[in-house]
């Protein structure tokens, strides 16, 4: 990429995957206490800041990979003067990554059947109204 500011100092950049609070009353036989189930990704590396132009162009790759399965995809070029005075603003960066660590703690050490009924419990809308989305997580 021409417009690449490198740095020099190593970051973290955490991804969260799917999570979720799993209830004791979901496992069998126990004794079993409350516990979380989740996947995340940590990526140590250096980051490189891209120029304002170079952000642009990956916010309108960005846009239209995701507006491209809408029946109507939106067009950040509908709004190209708008988002290009935007894009400065925006801190986009690569990260060459220099470590990958990965975890999963998703009731793996269950039964089938309780992963299944953990998953079941994980996407039946809670009392706030809300779910989980652990479809990933499916055992």
């Given at each position: 990429?021409?417009?690449?500011?490198?740095?020099?100092?190593?970051?973290?950049?955490?991804?969260?995957?799917?999570?979720?609070?799993?209830?004791?009353?979901?496992?069998?036989?126990?004794p079993h206490?409350?516990?979380?189930?989740?996947?995340?990704?940590?990526?140590?590396?250096?980051?490189?800041?891209?120029?304002?132009?170079d952000t642009?162009?990956?916010?309108?790759?960005?846009?239209?990979?995701?507006?491209?399965?809408?029946?109507?995809?939106?067009?950040?070029?509908?709004?190209?003067?708008?988002?290009?005075?935007?894009?400065?603003?925006?801190?986009?960066?690569?990260?060459?990554?220099?470590?990958?660590?990965?975890?999963?703690?998703?009731?793996?050490?269950?039964?089938?059947?309780?992963?299944?009924?953990?998953?079941?419990?994980?996407?039946?809308?809670?009392r706030t109204?809300?779910?989980?989305?652990?479809?990933?997580?499916?055992?």
């Amino acid at each position: 990429m021409a417009g690449v500011r490198a740095r020099t100092r190593e970051v973290l950049v955490v991804f969260q995957g799917p999570h979720g609070y799993v209830s004791p009353d979901w496992y069998e036989e126990g004794p079993h206490v409350p516990t979380w189930n989740y996947a995340a990704v940590h990526v140590h590396g250096v980051p490189e800041i891209l120029e304002a132009k170079d952000t642009f162009d990956l916010l309108r790759r960005t846009v239209e990979r995701f507006e491209s399965v809408r029946e109507r995809p939106w067009s950040l070029d509908s709004l190209h003067d708008h988002a290009e005075k935007l894009a400065p603003h925006t801190v986009a960066f690569t990260l060459r990554a220099t470590c990958v660590e990965s975890k999963a703690k998703l009731s793996q050490d269950k039964p089938a059947r309780v992963r299944t009924r953990v998953m079941a419990a994980l996407m039946a809308p809670a009392r706030t109204g809300r779910r989980h989305s652990p479809r990933r997580c499916a055992a």
